[in-house]
């Protein structure tokens, strides 16, 4: 089982473009997250997948879209990129009988 | 008041002395408490979750919950150079998984910890 995993590794935008972040689970998890986190802010929920075929907001979704393609993939969308959104991301799952949950190995993206 | 706070660190032990790492949360109904670490350049992973007051012991690490002074602590007994990351406390509100949080962490900001030799 490879767990959760995230591509790219590392991403350079300039401000304006776009890009997709995917994530790929293997564990048969229901419930899937995306993170972002910046030095001294711990982690922050951007979106959440309860289900496959359900998303909902987190604490900060303004600047990003999300889908849950299948039950696998959760990825997340920058439409037009800007500098503040320059962190590291995560993106979790979790199986709804539990409530650990596993994250993936992050994403770092630098917006110029 | 942030729903989650730790102190701020960075904290910083000999190798063998025992890391006391707190955290407060603001939301009473909070149920479910977790401690992750993260090694630099790392993702989180989970070292332990606590449901109920009092004390839950795992190998060198042990938390305790106190509900009605809503804070949570992770001990790390004889501490060593490898316990040397960043800790992260996390509160679910609502304890079913089942429920309407959905598993959603909130996480305090973290604490450096250095176990120097």
């Known amino acids: 089982n490879a767990g959760v995993t995230q591509t790219p590794k590392f991403q350079v935008l300039k401000t304006g473009q776009s890009m997709t972040l995917q994530c790929a689970q293997d564990m048969n998890h229901n419930s899937m997250y995306w993170y972002r986190q910046d030095p001294g802010m711990g982690l922050r929920l951007i979106y959440y997948?309860?289900?496959?075929?359900?998303?909902d907001k987190g604490e900060v979704p303004n600047g990003y879209n999300v889908s849950r393609l299948n039950k696998r993939e959760f990825s997340l969308r920058l439409e037009s990129a800007a500098p503040s959104q320059t962190s590291v991301y995560f993106c979790a799952s979790r199986q709804t009988s539990d409530n650990e949950q596993f994250f993936g190995p992050g994403t770092r993206l630098t917006v110029l | 008041q942030k729903e989650v706070e730790q102190n701020s660190g960075p904290l910083s032990v000999p190798e063998g002395a025992i890391a006391s790492l707190n955290c407060t949360y603001s939301?009473?109904?909070?149920?479910?408490f977790f401690w992750y670490r993260q090694y630099s350049g790392k993702s989180p992973e989970l070292i332990m979750s606590?449901?109920?007051?009092g004390d839950k012991e795992d190998g060198r690490f042990t938390a305790q919950l106190n509900k009605a002074s809503q804070y949570v602590s992770l001990l790390i007994r004889d501490s060593q150079p490898s316990d040397s990351a960043t800790y992260l406390c996390a509160v679910i509100p609502i304890f079913n998984a089942g429920g309407t949080s959905y598993g959603k962490l909130t996480f305090g900001q973290g604490t450096i910890l250095t176990v120097h030799p």
């Open positions: 606590i449901y109920s007051n």
């Open positions: 939301d009473r109904v909070s149920q479910s």
């Open positions: 997948s309860a289900s496959e075929g359900t998303t």
